[in-house]
């Protein structure tokens, strides 16, 4: 049964068009994007996104029992806290090779855990994650920034780009007032979706224009 309000039904579709465009555009690189660990690395970041996508767009679009609605949203926070984990990762490796990125790993994982452990204390309250999540996204923004005035890996501008506007999506969803009506009416989490989307395609044609292993 559809949840019986506007903005969440909206929240709940920019949720599916996310997901739908995340496998998408991991079956598309699969064949026209990096290969080796880059490609692995990458694409998994977008399996991923799918996953907590999906379970979003569950969570906000369905009336459900509360347990059912407890455990969805436990392994959409899961799935997010990978989410980002696995973006810092795929930059460590873009910046610092294969080496690197697989001693990063299990850090990584162990960092991701523990906020998700954090955030589950108080699952109300989205906040925490947040603040991990652009604290992450900095961190892979002055990556690719470095990677780019190297001049070495070509994309690294889109994806500079593309990790900027994810930037702006988390600050306009932890501002939490963004929200306008159009045909459908979007809260600050529809429109935190919408800006995803527009960040996945520069990520997409930053990783086809580099297709290097």
């Known amino acids: 049964m559809l949840i019986d309000s506007a903005t969440e039904q909206t929240t709940a579709a ?31 970041v977008l399996l991923l996104l799918a996953v907590a996508a999906l379970l979003g767009a569950i969570g906000h679009g369905l009336v459900l ?3 059912v609605y407890n455990s969805v949203w436990l392994l959409a926070y899961l799935a997010l806290a990978l989410v ?16 690197t990125a697989r001693r990063a790993l299990p850090v990584l994982l162990v960092i991701a855990l523990a906020f998700f ?5 108080d699952p ?14 900095t961190l892979s ?3 690719f920034v470095w990677i780019t005035m190297r001049g070495e890996l070509p994309g690294a501008p889109w994806i500079t780009a ?15 007032s963004a929200g306008f009506t159009l045909i459908w009416s979007f809260d600050h989490n529809g429109v935190f979706h919408l800006v ?17 292993e």
């Open 14 to 44: 920019t949720d599916l068009i996310i997901a739908v465009l995340a496998v998408v555009a991991c079956i598309y690189l699969r064949h026209t994007g990096p290969g080796g660990l880059r490609g692995r690395l990458w694409r998994g």
């Open 65 to 67: 029992r509360t347990a």
């Open 84 to 99: 980002v984990a696995a973006f810092l990762l795929a930059t460590i490796r873009d910046l610092a090779g294969d080496r």
């Open 117 to 121: 452990g954090y955030a589950m204390l």
């Open 124 to 137: 109300e309250n989205f906040l925490p994650f947040i603040l991990y999540e652009v604290a992450t996204m």
């Open 141 to 143: 923004l002055a990556g």
């Open 162 to 176: 593309a990790i900027g506007v994810n930037i702006l999506a988390a600050a306009i969803q932890a501002e939490g």
């Open 196 to 212: 995803q989307i527009v960040a996945i395609g520069l990520l997409v044609h930053g990783l086809r224009v580099a297709p290097a």
